[in-house]
């Protein structure tokens, strides 16, 4: 038995924010951030739009891509470190959007490799024979724990949500996944206050994101390109037999290093950052529904899925489409 993905979707909100538009806000260029990130632009949520409200409308178009009816979904799972509330989950309030009653529903956190995780646990229910229809999302609202004078980090990120429906089936879909993390690298990429650690900052709107970029950088490039050769060895693959890479999407030079690892063309490589900025754990999905809108990745090519974030945590997916 596969877990086997049968629909995308994807939603990002209206506002955006465009490089020049970040030159009147900190002392940055559209030069210094195309050269360095290869990011043009990003969506930003309104101050009354949800992480809820991006993950129900990509939830909404996975669903009506599956072909599926809501009902016939038996576990949610959505990846967000940008939950609305601290309780109850985004998966519950978003069980309650679609008007879906009973079934498993829970958050996983693992920051920009959310949603890698959430398909891990989604296709292990389903192998396990616990679950026979997902509905797997990646949705944060990075600008609201962005500090907005910090052009270290106010440059990179950016919101938007993406879903994918899994069906149990005897067809391949899933072919492994690989999760991974090591919390001792926990202070270069973090929020460092919450509810139960310096709450005053959560209270007075200072829980903001704070990275330190090149380190992050230099384990992000070397850490993916370990998991590209973990993932080909598990299936026993080789490099030309991956049809697409859809990484997540925080700078172009880490992707494209993990293309050159590969030995993949760029044209294989599907790529929204220029768009859409750091979306977290909603790039992956977001990118992954781009690609299979426009037509190119097609039913039966190897895709291969990976990310690397804060944790830090990183992790893969394997899947034929
Ligand atoms: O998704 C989770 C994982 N996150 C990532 O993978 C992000 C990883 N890191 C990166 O993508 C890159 O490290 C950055 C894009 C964040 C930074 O690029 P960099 O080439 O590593 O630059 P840097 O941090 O070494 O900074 C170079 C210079 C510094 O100036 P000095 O000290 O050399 O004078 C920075 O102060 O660029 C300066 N700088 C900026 N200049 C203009 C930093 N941010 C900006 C900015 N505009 N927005």
């Not at 990130?37 to 949520?45: D, E, L, M």
């Not at 739009?49 to 669903?63: K, P, S, V, Y």
């Not at 009902?71 to 959007?97: G, N, Y």
Request: hydrophobic fraction near 40%.
């Amino acid at each position: 038995m596969y877990s086997r993905v049968i629909g995308t979707g994807g939603y990002l909100p209206e506002k955006i924010l465009t490089n020049h538009d970040l030159e009147h806000i900190v002392d940055t260029s559209d030069e210094w951030i195309t050269e360095r990130t290869g990011i043009k632009k990003r969506h930003i949520a309104e101050d009354d739009q949800t992480t809820c409200d991006l993950a129900e409308q990509a939830a909404l178009r996975a669903i009506e891509a599956s072909g599926k009816t809501a009902d016939q979904i038996d576990l949610i799972v959505v990846a967000t470190t940008t939950a609305d509330k601290i309780f109850p989950s985004v998966a519950c309030l978003l069980q309650q959007r679609l008007n879906i009653h009973g079934c498993a529903a829970f958050d996983v956190q693992a920051v920009c490799t959310g949603f890698i995780y959430a398909v891990g646990v989604a296709d292990n229910f389903i192998k396990a024979g616990s679950a026979k229809c997902a509905l797997v999302v990646g949705a944060e609202t990075m600008s609201k724990i962005i500090d907005w004078s910090d052009r270290n980090t106010c440059v990179l990120f950016g919101d938007g949500a993406g879903a994918v429906i899994m069906e149990a089936s005897e067809e391949p879909g899933v072919l492994s996944t690989h999760l991974h993390a090591d919390g001792q690298f926990e202070k270069l990429l973090h929020v460092p206050a919450g509810v139960s650690h310096e709450r005053h900052k959560l209270l007075d709107g200072e829980a903001h994101l704070q990275m330190r970029g090149a380190e992050v950088f230099k384990m992000a490039v070397t850490t993916l390109g370990r998991i590209v050769d973990e993932t080909l060895e598990a299936n026993n693959m080789k490099k030309t037999d991956i049809d697409w890479l859809v990484p997540h999407q925080a700078n172009i030079r880490i992707i494209q290093a993990t293309a050159r690892k590969l030995h993949m063309n760029m044209d294989h490589v599907v790529v929204t950052v220029a768009e859409q900025g750091n979306t977290s754990a909603a790039s992956v999905p977001l990118a992954l529904d781009t690609a299979v809108r426009e037509g190119k990745i097609q039913k039966g090519q190897t895709v291969l899925m990976e990310a690397f974030g804060g944790g830090f945590t990183w992790g893969s997916v394997l899947m034929k489409y």
